[in-house]
């Protein structure tokens, strides 16, 4: 029996990629993060396509795709990613990735490159994705549609803390706004903006720990 394709969609900081890392290893699904590969590309990005002014040169970015191999490896059953063969999951969660992240991923070339090896990856079941567009484009006949919300403050606190363990120097003030930013760049933009599918289950758990979410979630999964 062919197993589920699961689309977890929602704001930034509702525990997305952790809790869909965890429902998969419990289900025995193969997770993708698809905003790990969108840092990616933005960290390519960073790295070899600033213009004179040190700001992000689209017409270069777009041309260079060519140049950007991104892969998800196992890691002692963590699925990292690598881009070019180099491991960049600390990288691609700096403050400079997510100040640039919602510009990148907003461009149409960038989210066709990405899309096909999404759907790719799909096609014969048995994977949970998680993003901002995963229910309404990337995945639409997804068997499961689920949709994370939290309040801005309980979002911020969990942010600052993911930051603050993997070492990096963080304002409370400025995660805080670089979230409302990225909400409203994210809801905003023209191309595969972040919406709630029509047919998607709606959870807020800005009350709820990360475990209370999970079997909230799998309550709604039929077994497999």
């Known amino acids: 029996m062919k197993k589920p394709v699961i689309a977890i969609d929602g704001y930034s900081s509702t525990g997305k990629s952790s809790i869909s890392k965890i429902i998969a290893d419990q289900l025995g699904l193969i997770h993708m993060d698809t905003g790990a590969l969108y840092r990616g590309v933005t960290w390519y990005a960073l790295q070899h396509c600033l213009n004179a002014k040190g700001e992000i040169d689209l017409n270069m970015l777009l041309s260079s795709f060519d140049q950007i191999k991104l892969e998800f490896k196992n890691n002692g059953g963590t699925l990292v990613l690598f881009l070019n063969n180099s491991d960049i999951s600390k990288e691609i969660r700096t403050n400079i990735v997510s100040d640039n992240v919602s510009l990148v991923a907003k461009q149409k070339e960038?989210?066709?490159?990405?899309?096909?090896?999404?759907?790719?990856?799909?096609?014969?079941?048995g994977v949970i994705m998680d993003g901002r567009d995963i229910g309404t484009v990337v995945l639409p006949n997804a068997d499961y549609k689920f949709f994370l919300t939290a309040s801005i403050d309980e979002r911020t606190k969990r942010r600052f803390l993911e930051l603050k363990g993997l070492g990096i120097e963080a304002d409370?003030?400025?995660?805080?706004?670089?979230?409302?930013?990225?909400?409203?760049?994210?809801?905003?933009?023209?191309?595969?903006?972040?919406?709630?599918?029509?047919?998607?289950?709606v959870i807020d758990n800005s009350e709820l720990t990360k475990d209370e979410t999970i079997a909230l979630i799998l309550s709604h999964i039929k077994k497999i």
Request: net charge negative; proline share 2%.
């Open 110 to 125: 960038v989210r066709d490159f990405l899309l096909q090896s999404q759907r790719t990856l799909a096609e014969k079941g």
């Open 172 to 201: 409370k003030e400025q995660v805080k706004q670089n979230l409302i930013e990225r909400d409203k760049i994210d809801s905003e933009r023209e191309i595969a903006p972040l919406k709630q599918a029509d047919d998607a289950i």
